[in-house]
Structures are given as C-alpha cells and as structure tokens.
T-cell receptor
Framework: RKEVEQDPGPFNVPEGATVAFNCTYS??????FFWYRQDCRKEPKLLMS???SGNEDGRFTAQLNRASQYISLLIRDSKLSDSATYLC??????????FGKGTMLLVSP | GAVVSQHPSWVICKSGTSVKIECRSL??????MFWYRQFPKQSLMLMAT?????????EQGVEKDKFLINHASLTLSTLTVTSAHPEDSSFYIC?????????????FGDGTRLSIL
C-alpha cells in the first residue's frame, strides 16, 4: 500500500460546481497533514493545513479522520483559477513530507 | 513573498555534464533543507535531507555519489547532479521549514527543470 493515496482524477467540472478530493495515508504515526496546490510545471504551494477538528478557508474545507486515516478537501463554487493538481501531503515526522500523486482538477466555463 | 529561492530555474545540458542547483532560504536560517525530484505525472519524491554542517541523509535508492549535497551555510544548500544523463532529466525542487514552530509547513523553491540531451 502506498504511503499516501489519492483519487486518480482528472476531475472535470463546470464553474460553480462543488468538488471533493479524498486521500488516505498508511502511517498511523503521521503527525500533520496538508493540501498543496501545484500548477503545471510549477512548484507546490501550500493551500491549507488540515486539522482533526476540520477547518475552512473561504471556499475550501479540509477534514481529517485519524481513525480512518482519511483526509478530504472540498472546494465550493469552483473557479477557473482553481484548475491545478491538488496534492495530499503527510508529515511523517522530522519534517519529512510524503506526497500523494496528486489529483488534477480542470474547471471549465 | 518567496521564502525559498532556487536557481537556476531551467537547465539544458549535454550528457556527461555536472549540474549544480542552489537553494537559499530568505530571511531565515534553515538548518535542514529537503531535495525532491518529480518526474512527469508523478508525485514529488524526497531524494535527501540536507543538514547544515553535516552529511546529507539520502533516501533509499538515491545514489549519494551521483547527487552531491552541500549545506555549508545556514541559508544555502546545493545539489550537484554529477555526470548527468538523460534519465536524470526531471524537475528538482528544494524546500525548507521556518524553524521555531512545530508542524510548520514547508516552503518550496521555484524548482529547477533539468533537461539532459
């Protein structure tokens, strides 16, 4: 089993749609969790950290279920500018990050 | 603004050339930096952890004699791809974490796209 697994994608959605990404991780000792966004041929940029209590940042909501080792990201009212690859990232200690393969989102007019 | 600077952003070289990539932390001291590699349509894979003043820690399968890492100062780590070949063509990215806060996310450089002909 891979350390971090994500939906394969790509997700093609119209503007205004709500889209959800799922992610599972295998190491139960993982300490912190993030969603990064990566545009084509660019470096990853932090979108948001993920907390057990769930957290929201504008149109983005992240959830963490430690018991199920499951992380999610919900994007409401999708914009064209949301088109990117979304990376689920897990910190397995000592600042070592493990990246999922990423799920590509394409938002169309 | 950027907190990690990486240079160069694009390199095209002939096979057999050695290529040096620099990663600098801006406005903070990074005792630890990380080097990743990303092949097309693949996830970022950690290659090595660069430690200031000591040897880098390499991930399994990464040749330390092929990918030389030097972290001589608190703001600079370099990755040298020695005798690069076409299979080394990839996107190389460094990152650093601003110290002092636990579980702080990492900040990435812009990445270096390496193409070996």
């Amino acid at each position: 089993r891979k350390e971090v697994e994500q939906d394969p994608g790509p997700f093609n959605v119209p503007e205004g749609a709500t889209v959800a990404f799922n992610c599972t991780y295998s190491n139960s000792a993982s300490q912190s969790f993030f969603w990064y966004r990566q545009d084509c041929r660019k470096e990853p940029k932090l979108l948001m950290s993920v907390y057990s209590s769930g957290n929201e940042d504008g149109r983005f909501t992240a959830q963490l279920n430690r018991a199920s080792q499951y992380i999610s990201l919900l994007i409401r009212d999708s914009k064209l500018s949301d088109s990117a690859t979304y990376l689920c990232v897990v910190n397995r200690g000592y600042s070592t990050l493990t990246f999922g393969k990423g799920t590509m989102l394409l938002v169309s007019p | 603004g950027a907190v990690v600077s990486q240079h160069p952003s694009w390199v095209i070289c002939k096979s057999g050339t050695s290529v040096k990539i620099e990663c600098r932390s801006l406005d903070f001291q990074a005792t630890t930096m990380f080097w990743y590699r990303q092949f097309p349509k693949q996830s970022l894979m950690l290659m090595a952890t660069s430690n200031e003043g000591s040897k880098a820690t390499y991930e399994q399968g990464v040749e330390k004699d092929k990918f030389l890492i030097n972290h001589a100062s608190l703001t600079l780590s370099t990755l040298t791809v020695t005798s690069a070949h076409p299979e080394d063509s990839s996107f190389y990215i460094c990152s650093a974490r601003i110290p002092g806060v636990s579980n702080q996310p990492q900040h990435f450089g812009d990445g270096t796209r390496l193409s070996i002909l």
